[in-house]
C-alpha cells in the first residue's frame, strides 16, 4: 500500500474492508469514471456493486441488517472512493447522513421500517436543508409545514438535492410554525417517502430535474418542490417537533467529516497523478521531477495530502467517542478543502498544457476539487464556527 493516507490503530475487519474498496475502484470505478463522467452518467453498474459490498448499510447496525461499522471505518472508505471518482462517493453520502440520523434519533418504528431497506439500499435517503435564497442561513428556512387534522400539509421549494431523483427516503427540514421563541425551536425534519425519478414524484412533490454543473457529474441534484404534501405525524424525525435544528447539525457534522474524506481522495489521486507523470516528461534532458522547482512542489503537495488525512482521522474518531466534535469536524473540513485545491492546482501545474486536456484525468479532478469549497458549508462558515468555540474556550478572564 502506498505510503500516503495510511491510518494507524485499525482492526483486521477495518483493513480488510480497505482492501476490497480499494480493488473495487481500482477495478470497477477507475476504468470508466472519466468516460461516465464526461457524459453526465448516473453510474448504475458501480452503485449496484456497491449495494453488494454492503457499502450502503456500512455504519448501520448488524441488527438492521447493516455491518456496524464506525464513522472512521466509513470515512476511509469514502476517501478511497474518492480517489476513484468523487461522485460517487456523493452517491452514498446524504444516504449515510439520513441513515446515521434515525440511528441516533430515529423512533425504535422509524428505524425498524427504514434501515433494513437502506442497509441493502433498496431505500435510499437524500438530505434537504438548503433552499433557493437560503444557503448557511439555516434560520431564514421558507418551506412550511402546516398542522392539519391528519397531520401536516408542507409547502416550499428546497434546493441542492444530492439524490434528489434516485431517492426514495428525503430527510426534510421545514419551519412547523411551533410558537417557539427561538426560531430554531420551530424546525422539524420529517422522513418524506416519494418514488424515484423526476417530474411528480409523490402527492405533492415535484423533482423538475438535474441541475447542470460544472463538476460533480454523474449523480443528480436536483431542486425538490412542496405544493401541499401532506404528511402524518409519524413521519417526524423521532416522534417530536421542534427538534429539526440539532437533528440536521448532527448530520451535518458526520456530513463535514465526509466531504473532509472525500477532499483527501481527491487530493491523493492528484498527486499519485502528478508524481507519475513528473518522472515520464521530460525538459533539458531529465526528468521534471528532477528539476527542484517540481521536486519542491512534489514534497509540499505530499505534505498537504498528509496533513488534512490526519485531521480527518481524528475528527472521526471524535464522533466515533461520543464527543462532540464540531471544530475538529471544521477545521478537517477547511483544511482537507482548501489543501485538495492547491494539491489539485499544482498537479494541473505539473501536467502543463496536458492538464488542460480533458484525456487527462487531472482535468476532471480539477473541477470537482472547486465543489470541497463549498460542500457541507464554506470555509468562511468553517472559521466561524472554529473562531466561535476557540473564544469560548479561551475566554478572556476579568
Known amino acids: 500500500m502506498a505510503r500516503l493516507c495510511s491510518t494507524e490503530g485499525l482492526t483486521d475487519i477495518q483493513e480488510e474492508i480497505l482492501r476490497v474498496v480499494r480493488q473495487f475502484v481500482e477495478a470497477k470505478i477507475m476504468p470508466v469514471a472519466t468516460e461516465l463522467e464526461h457524459a453526465d452518467e448516473y453510474p448504475q453498474e458501480i452503485v449496484d456493486g456497491l449495494k453488494e459490498l454492503g457499502i450502503f ?6 441488527e438492521y441488517g447493516g455491518l456496524g461499522e464506525s464513522l472512521l471505518t466509513y470515512a476511509l472508505v469514502v476517501e478511497e472512493i474518492a480517489r476513484g471518482w468523487m461522485s460517487v462517493s456523493g452517491v452514498i453520502n446524504t444516504h449515510f447522513i439520513v441513515a446515521y440520523m434515525l440511528m441516533n434519533h430515529g423512533t425504535d418504528e422509524q428505524k425498524q421500517k427504514y434501515l433494513p431497506k437502506m442497509a441493502t439500499g433498496e431505500v435510499r435517503g437524500a438530505f434537504s436543508m438548503s433552499e433557493p435564497g437560503l444557503g448557511s442561513d439555516v434560520s431564514a428556512i421558507k418551506t412550511k409545514a402546516k398542522r392539519t387534522d391528519e397531520g401536516y400539509e408542507i409547502t416550499g421549494q428546497k434546493m441542492w438535492l444530492t439524490n434528489g431523483g434516485s431517492s426514495t427516503l428525503i430527510a426534510l427540514l421545514v419551519d412547523s410554525e411551533e410558537g417557539a421563541d427561538s ?3 420551530n424546525m422539524t425534519t420529517f422522513l418524506v417517502e416519494k418514488e424515484p425519478g423526476f417530474g411528480e414524484v409523490g402527492q405533492g412533490i415535484t423533482i423538475p430535474g438535474k441541475i447542470e454543473k460544472m463538476g460533480y457529474k454523474g449523480v443528480d441534484t436536483t431542486e425538490a418542490i412542496f405544493e401541499g404534501h401532506r404528511i402524518s405525524a409519524e413521519q417526524i424525525l423521532g416522534g417530536e417537533p421542534g427538534k429539526g435544528f440539532y437533528q440536521m447539525m448532527d448530520g451535518v ?14 487530493s491523493n489521486r492528484a498527486f499519485e497523478l502528478g508524481i507519475a507523470y513528473s518522472q515520464q516528461r521530460e525538459t533539458f534532458g531529465k526528468p521534471i521531477a528532477q528539476h527542484q522547482a517540481i521536486l519542491f512542489r512534489l514534497a509540499e503537495m505530499a505534505t498537504k495530502v498528509e496533513t488534512a488525512h490526519a485531521l480527518m482521522v481524528k475528527a472521526a474518531r471524535l464522533k466515533d467517542r461520543g464527543e462532540r466534535n464540531d471544530v475538529e469536524a471544521g477545521m478537517a473540513k477547511m483544511v482537507a478543502a482548501e489543501y485538495c ?8 501545474r505539473i501536467h502543463g498544457g496536458y492538464g488542460y486536456s480533458k484525456e487527462y484525468e487531472i482535468e476532471r479532478l480539477y473541477r470537482e476539487a472547486a465543489f470541497m469549497l463549498i460542500g457541507e458549508g464554506t470555509s468562511d462558515v468553517q472559521k466561524m464556527i472554529i473562531g466561535r468555540s476557540l473564544l469560548k474556550e479561551y475566554a478572556a478572564k476579568r
Do not use: L, W
Open 57 to 62: 448499510g456500512i455504519t448501520i447496525p448488524e
Open 341 to 348: 485545491n492547491e494539491v489539485v492546482q499544482d498537479s494541473f
Open 253 to 266: 457534522e458526520v456530513g463535514r467529516v465526509n466531504v473532509a474524506a472525500r477532499a483527501c481522495g481527491i
Open 183 to 185: 426560531v430554531y425551536k
